[in-house]
């Protein structure tokens, strides 16, 4: 059963009809995304932490708070955990490229101590900056961007290395934070082959995107193409992770993603017929957490278009609550 339903949303789209919106949905999760062009990535994430330390930012947590609505920060974090300024005093911090070269560019080098330990002291706090509701915290890779080509990090996959570095960030977590649970991000790279060699920390919980991503990704050849494939790598990745605290991150209302990114932004198609079908799929996986990306869903598009169809979403995942509750 869908025990958490939830929608991620930029900071940007944040606005008052969110919260009630959420309600009459039946929606309990709100996640906030840092989306933006790259290198403004990590100035978002000190947006996010000015808006939530004001009285803005506190009235809308005590809304959420008031309507059982969790509040999380699902962010591409690690250019605010390992600032790139670094990069001129310590390049070895940083990732090798497939050139030999150090580049302050995407991620960093999981086998290096000092940055990592760099990155478990920034990631504490973060937490504290942004602290989650639900003791769930995102602090993802760069997006889509690989890692280090060094020769202690060759043997390593993408997933592998990811994983490393969310080890290492949870195990910071949980000094501060006994509960807390901490997201692997399963998607494009490392959607296709699970860690093997490095094994999940208890506290981390998988996240696999949805296909919606993938489909539209036509430029990789080895993207997820159709739901067999995709079911496929969502069953290697359950035998790592387990069923049990996964969660996944769809595409159903993605308005940034229909529009490619670009606003002005188009009505929203939600296809209610396949999203039916994907939850079916996912809650008999045992897959009690469900989350779509609702980007660009902003004040402007309720003034323009109306209420998007999230009580279509929140309904379909109540639904199929009933459902496996039979
Ligand atoms: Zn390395």
Same mark, same amino acid.
């Given at each position: 059963?869908?025990?958490?339903?939830?929608?991620?949303?930029?900071?940007?789209? /944040?606005?008052?009809?969110? !919260?009630?919106?959420?309600?009459?949905? *039946? /929606?309990?999760?709100?996640?906030?995304?840092?989306?933006?062009?790259?290198?403004?990535?990590?100035?978002?994430?000190?947006? &996010?932490?000015?808006?939530?330390?004001?009285?803005?930012?506190?009235?809308?947590?005590?809304?959420?708070?008031?309507?059982?609505?969790?509040?999380?920060?699902?962010?591409?974090?690690?250019?605010?955990?390992?600032?790139?300024?670094?990069?001129?005093?310590?390049?070895?911090?940083?990732?090798?490229?497939?050139?030999?070269?150090?580049?302050?560019?995407?991620?960093?080098? !999981?086998?290096?101590?000092?940055?990592?330990?760099?990155?478990?002291?920034?990631?504490?706090?973060?937490?504290?900056?942004?602290?989650?509701?639900?003791?769930?915290?995102?602090?993802?890779?760069?997006?889509?961007?690989?890692?280090?080509?060094?020769?202690?990090?060759?043997?390593?996959?993408?997933?592998?290395?990811?994983?490393?570095?969310?080890?290492?960030?949870?195990?910071? &977590?949980?000094?501060?934070?006994?509960?807390?649970?901490?997201?692997?991000?399963?998607?494009?790279?490392?959607?296709?082959?699970?860690?093997?060699?490095?094994?999940?920390? #208890?506290?981390?919980?998988?996240?696999?995107?949805?296909?919606?991503?993938?489909?539209?990704?036509?430029? *990789?050849?080895?993207?997820?193409?159709?739901?067999?494939?995709?079911?496929?790598? &969502?069953?290697?990745?359950?035998?790592?992770?387990?069923?049990?605290?996964?969660?996944?991150?769809?595409?159903?209302?993605?308005?940034? /993603?229909?529009?490619?990114?670009?606003? !002005?932004?188009?009505? &929203?198609?939600?296809?209610?017929?396949?999203?039916?079908?994907?939850?079916?799929?996912?809650?008999?996986?045992?897959?009690?957490?469900?989350?779509?990306?609702?980007?660009?869903? #902003?004040?402007?598009?309720?003034?323009?278009?109306?209420?998007?169809?999230?009580?279509?979403?929140?309904? /379909?995942?109540?639904?199929?609550?009933?459902?496996?509750?039979?």
């Amino acid at each position: 059963m869908t025990d958490r339903r939830g929608i991620v949303i930029d900071l940007d789209d /944040l606005h008052d009809g969110w !919260p009630d919106l959420m309600s009459k949905a *039946n /929606l309990n999760v709100l996640g906030i995304h840092n989306w933006n062009p790259e290198h403004l990535i990590s100035a978002k994430i000190d947006t &996010l932490i000015r808006y939530f330390q004001s009285a803005e930012g506190a009235k809308t947590v005590d809304r959420l708070d008031k309507l059982n609505i969790g509040l999380e920060f699902e962010l591409h974090a690690m250019s605010w955990l390992l600032p790139r300024e670094h990069y001129n005093a310590f390049p070895n911090w940083f990732r090798m490229d497939e050139d030999g070269e150090r580049t302050a560019k995407d991620n960093f080098c !999981p086998s290096n101590a000092e940055a990592l330990e760099v990155v478990r002291t920034n990631a504490v706090t973060l937490a504290r900056r942004l602290k989650p509701s639900t003791n769930r915290y995102y602090m993802w890779q760069d997006d889509n961007k690989p890692w280090c080509n060094c020769e202690e990090c060759r043997s390593y996959s993408m997933s592998e290395q990811n994983l490393l570095v969310m080890n290492a960030i949870l195990e910071a &977590l949980q000094t501060v934070d006994r509960e807390a649970e901490l997201s692997y991000l399963a998607y494009m790279a490392t959607l296709e082959s699970p860690p093997e060699k490095v094994k999940p920390r #208890d506290g981390i919980f998988l996240e696999i995107t949805g296909p919606g991503i993938h489909q539209m990704d036509q430029a *990789n050849p080895q993207g997820i193409h159709n739901d067999g494939k995709f079911q496929l790598a &969502l069953a290697r990745n359950l035998q790592v992770f387990g069923a049990a605290r996964t969660q996944v991150l769809e595409y159903w209302l993605d308005a940034s /993603l229909q529009s490619r990114w670009k606003k !002005p932004v188009k009505k &929203l198609f939600f296809d209610e017929k396949t999203a039916s079908k994907d939850i079916e799929y996912y809650n008999s996986q045992g897959i009690g957490s469900i989350t779509s990306f609702g980007v660009f869903l #902003d004040e402007r598009y309720f003034r323009e278009y109306g209420e998007p169809p999230v009580e279509a979403y929140g309904r /379909l995942l109540t639904e199929a609550d009933r459902a496996s509750d039979v």
